[in-house]
């Protein structure tokens, strides 16, 4: 059973260009979560999703960022027009069920991005 | 919501020392409070965790104690080794969907 992917591994954007970061969870997790890492600090959660739904969006930024979980494939996370301050690792992590003490997320390797 | 602060931001310990590092949370409403480790380019993974209605939990080397009266819980670590190296950060479970976590422990293992 492998574990959760995620891909690109690095991406370097230019300002204004558009990232997208895919998360491939474990296989049989229906719950996805994404976290913003930026360097030296925790993680931070940006938003939960269940398949073709998001559940919990409270800390995704209002605008250019987005996320989506279809039926078919895996998570996406774009950020349109991306910009220096969007330099950071982006995690994905894939749970059986909404985390809880019973239900350990398991995080992916992480995207570095790279805006210039 | 919620708010978790660990400290210390950065610890070095003598090969076989023990390593305690602590964390806070403000919000009474979080019941689960699990530990990451994180090795330089790596994910985070589970080490260790501690549910609200427990005190303390051991796994070998590694505890963790909880105090939810005072709302902190400690991860420690006895005989370090130096692959016990990485960043350790704590994480606060909150409403059900969020972890908040702390900012993260560079733990240093000096052979």
């Known amino acids: 059973n492998a574990g959760v992917m995620q891909n690109p591994r690095h991406l370097v954007r230019r300002r204004g260009q558009e990232a997208r970061l895919r998360c491939s969870p474990m296989k049989g997790h229906s719950h996805v979560y994404w976290y913003r890492q930026l360097p030296e600090e925790g993680l931070k959660f940006m938003v939960y999703?269940?398949?073709?739904?998001?559940?919990?969006e409270s800390g995704m930024p209002k605008e250019r960022f987005s996320a989506e979980f279809p039926k078919e494939g895996p998570s996406i996370l774009r950020i349109q027009q991306v910009v220096r301050g969007d330099s950071a690792a982006y995690f994905c992590?894939?749970?059986?069920?909404?985390?809880?003490?019973?239900?350990?997320?398991?995080f992916g390797p992480g995207t570095r991005l790279t805006v210039l | 919501g919620e708010n978790v602060e660990q400290h210390p931001s950065t610890l070095s310990v003598q090969e076989g020392d023990s390593a305690v590092i602590k964390c806070t949370y403000s919000d009474s409403a979080s019941n689960y409070f699990p530990w990451y480790k994180q090795e330089l380019g790596k994910r985070p993974q589970l080490i260790i965790d501690i549910r609200s209605n427990v005190g303390e939990k051991k796994d070998q080397r590694i505890a963790v104690t909880l105090n939810k009266t005072a709302k902190h819980f400690s991860l420690h670590i006895t005989e370090t080794q130096p692959e016990d190296s990485a960043v350790y950060f704590c994480a606060a479970l909150y409403t059900g969907n969020q972890f908040y976590f702390g900012t993260g422990t560079s733990l240093t293992v000096i052979p």
């Open positions: 992590a894939s749970s059986t069920a909404r985390v809880s003490s019973y239900n350990e997320q398991f």
């Open positions: 999703l269940q398949k073709e739904n998001i559940i919990d």
